[in-house]
């Protein structure tokens, strides 16, 4: 973490983002449900590289974006409109738009115990990456650390769905997100530096995936 930041503003962002923070990420799997029912991820070594590619090339990448962008966009009420309608638009998947703009909302709702006027700056239907973003720039978090800690937050949550789902173990999910660390710097760090002309998305199975979800008969999880 860079040197200089505000300890009362660090303990607020890992409140944010711990999974004790009530926006019910627990859930959601993102598709991920769906791939290990099709057997497109059957161990720990299988959801590791699925993750590093939503990291790098999927869904967490475009929300790594919408992070950095809500993140300067912080003091603009309408530029912060205009990104949460094109973070929605961007949802591949109804499970997918249902998700983020849940998580979102629910973020807002937890997030006026730290009250500051950039809740009132955010749209009532904002994805959850916009909401993070924002609010992390109105408590003056510096983006890469924040957008880091965010993307390590969404991958803990899927690394846990996975153990819930029986793909692999405690320890397993450790050394997951262990392998991922490089992984995360690189695409917060690339992010931060990076505009929305940088969007899009190369992971045609995960889309699949997502989809196919909405019609599973027996699931544990809303995506």
Not at 8 to 36: D, K
Not at 171 to 181: C, R, S
Not at 195 to 220: C, K, M, N, P
Request: contains cysteine; charged residues 15%; proline residues 4%.
């Amino acid at each position: 973490m860079a040197e200089g930041i505000d300890t009362r503003a660090l303990l607020r962002l890992m409140a944010w983002l711990s999974p004790a923070f009530p926006v019910g990420g627990f859930a959601w799997s993102g598709g991920l449900e769906r791939a290990v029912a099709d057997r497109m991820v059957r161990d720990a070594g299988g959801l590791s590289a699925w993750l590093g590619t939503l990291l790098s090339h999927g869904s967490l990448w475009n929300d790594a974006l919408l992070f950095a962008e809500a993140w300067r966009r912080v003091d603009d009420e309408a530029g912060l409109a205009e990104l949460a309608e094109l973070g929605l638009a961007l949802a591949g998947s109804g499970e997918r738009h249902a998700e983020t703009l849940s998580l979102g909302r629910a973020f807002v709702t937890a997030a006026s115990a730290w009250p500051d006027p950039v809740l009132a700056r955010l749209p009532q239907d904002v994805p959850y990456p916009v909401a993070a973003g924002a609010v992390a720039a109105a408590h003056r978090l510096p983006v890469v650390e924040s957008l880091a800690a965010y993307l390590h937050a969404a991958l803990s949550q899927s690394v846990s769905a996975g153990i819930r789902l029986g793909v692999c173990g405690q320890a397993e999910g450790v050394a997951i997100l262990a392998g991922l660390e490089e992984g995360i710097a690189a695409v917060s760090a690339c992010a931060a530096a990076s505009t929305l002309d940088d969007l899009g998305a190369a992971t045609v199975h995960a889309d699949i995936a997502s989809l196919r979800h909405e019609t599973q008969h027996s699931r544990l999880f809303r995506s």
